[in-house]
């Protein structure tokens, strides 16, 4: 298979991570989808729309074996291949997808996804049946209240056995019907062992996202986009934050995510971001590997360096 030439940022990453003594990169937060969705969507991001504005370049528009070999050059050991539902009829089909996708994908978590409609608790048992382990919805580009009754046995499931839900409910790009802390803080109400992972680190809502991840012993976050020029020219970080993130981040609780393909600058500026905010190495060593290995229970399939400790506090 081969993979896209490495730019000179991107090129650095492998001796990055190594430096920090790890294994190599989890990032909880990629995208392949079926090729004609991919190419609607990236069609939406490149010309905006609605939410969007003016959008963004693709910067890893190529073929899905270019991209997957390209994660391998970068040392990208686990990722998942995350896909979403925005309308009834959408989700089974792109969980069969999904879940062939890793199949046949070295690397790649097996995920899925759910919309609330009729059938939608056996479609998700069954990908759990065929092996997820890891499941993504998206309330604003879906547009839907997570606390609808059709899916409250959907997230009980989960919650039951354990399964992580990257959930994308914070107000970007803009504030939607269903998004903001109170809707998904409704289910975890009902639900408070449920693992999610909130998308973006709840940006721009970061301080209630925050304590949501504080007072819910499974709730984390993950770093997509933040941190970046992108990023901060347009929601920046608070900086009076800074210790709670790094408090979450030593237990446990902050998790890399990257949103490739879809990011308009390389991979390797994430990592940069991450970096600068100067939390120190084991931050870096739970962000980028050690908590997705925890939550994922893919430690065992990787030798990690002597030397370097796990983070501890994860329930």
Known sequence: MQSMILEPADAEVPAWWRRLGLPGLADVHVHFLPERMERRVWHHFEHGGPLMGAG????????????????????????????????????????????????????????????????????????????????????????????????????????????????????????????????????????????????????PEYEEFFTMAETFANVRLDTTMTFTDFSERRMPFPAHLRPRLRDLGLAGKVLLGSDFPTIPYPYAHQLHALERLDLGDDWLRAVCWDSAATLLDFASEYTRPAGHRRPGGLA
């Open 56 to 203: 963004w370049p693709i910067h890893y528009r190529a073929p899905a074996e270019e991209r997957v070999a390209l994660l391998g050059d970068l040392g990208v050991r686990a990722f998942p291949a995350l896909a979403y539902a925005h309308r009834p009829g959408m989700a089974a089909d792109l969980n069969a997808w999904t879940l062939d996708f890793a199949r046949r994908t070295p690397g790649c978590i097996p995920s899925a996804t759910f919309y609330p409609e009729p059938g939608v608790l056996d479609y998700v048992r069954d990908a759990l049946d065929r092996g997820a382990r890891i499941f993504k919805v998206h309330l604003q580009v879906g547009d839907f209240d997570p606390g609808l009754e059709e899916i409250d046995d959907v997230w009980g499931l989960l919650a039951d056995r354990g399964v992580p839900v990257v959930v994308h409910a914070s107000s970007i790009p803009l504030p939607g019907r269903c998004t903001g802390p109170a809707p998904i803080a409704g289910v975890l109400a009902r639900h408070p062992g449920l693992a999610v992972v909130v998308a973006h680190l709840g940006m």
